[in-house]
């Protein structure tokens, strides 16, 4: 066994804590953009919060196999926060381009199975990003369980940090960040600390490799 020194724990769980308080931004502001799209808040919010929780779930699985592959967890965590950052930043042209799809689809659909087909093209919005965020979790306690023993309590400690973070980011979001500078603005700013958390654990990454563990 050959031996590397690893980041800080705290350091990476301050990426983690972060990205836990941009994803909630994400969620508050996009469930504004489909409320516009649905014509109905609660549409909306309800849309939204199944698409985060099945997407989170699909990615924690999809990439907590994936994690077990790889040989450097943490540039994997790198990617998946670049790979929502630039999607954040994509995503008023992805729901423009979907809504046209159902103005254009939507005359041929009686009134009554509109709303099915609406709630999906909005679902179909939030696939992608929510995929990948659910990813980032499992990286990590990828990331230390190749040195910790204790993983379950890896586990837990990095769950918690990471919720801490959304609680943050959902308050901060709704009673500061959107109502001073709006929606779009508050959109780019957390895509643009995503980037940010991306290239720092990417960089991490490279300064200090996982350690070689044979068997």
Same mark, same amino acid.
């Given at each position: 066994?050959?031996? =590397?020194?690893?980041?800080?724990? !705290?350091?990476? *769980? ?21 409320? $516009?799209?649905?014509? $109905?808040?609660?549409? #909306? +919010? &309800? ?18 196999? =994936?994690?077990?592959?790889?040989? $450097?967890?943490? *540039? ?11 999607? *954040? ?7 423009? &381009?979907?809504?046209?799809?159902? %103005? ?11 709303? @099915? ?18 990813? =980032? ?12 023993? @204790? ?10 940090? !990471? ?9 901060? &979001? ?10 779009? *603005?508050? #959109? =780019?700013?957390?895509? @643009?600390? $995503?980037?940010? %958390?991306?290239? &720092? ?6 300064? +200090? ?7």
């Amino acid at each position: 066994m050959t031996h =590397t020194p690893r980041p800080p724990k !705290n350091l990476v *769980a301050a990426l983690l804590f972060l990205s836990g308080a941009t994803a909630l931004v994400y969620e508050l502001v996009w469930s504004k953009y489909l409320g $516009n799209v649905l014509g $109905n808040s609660g549409q #909306a +919010h &309800a849309v939204v919060l199944a698409t985060f929780m099945g997407g989170l779930a699909l990615g924690a699985f999809v990439f907590g196999r =994936t994690a077990d592959r790889v040989k $450097n967890p943490l *540039a994997l965590y790198g990617l998946l926060e670049l790979g929502v950052g630039l999607y *954040a930043l994509a995503f008023p042209y992805v729901l423009g &381009a979907l809504e046209h799809v159902w %103005l254009s689809v939507a005359p041929h659909v009686p009134e009554h199975l509109r709303v @099915g087909p609406r709630l999906m093209v909005s679902a179909l919005s939030l696939v992608v990003p929510t995929l990948l965020m659910g990813g =980032t979790l499992p990286a990590l306690v990828r990331h230390f369980a190749a040195s910790l023993a @204790g993983v379950r309590k890896e586990l837990a400690r990095l769950y918690a940090i !990471n919720s801490l973070g959304a609680a943050v980011g959902v308050y901060v &979001a709704g009673t500061r960040l959107v109502p001073l500078i709006g929606l779009s *603005a508050s #959109a =780019t700013l957390a895509a @643009g600390l $995503n980037v940010f %958390l991306a290239l &720092a654990a990417l960089a991490l990454a490279r300064q +200090h490799p996982p350690a070689v563990v044979v068997g």
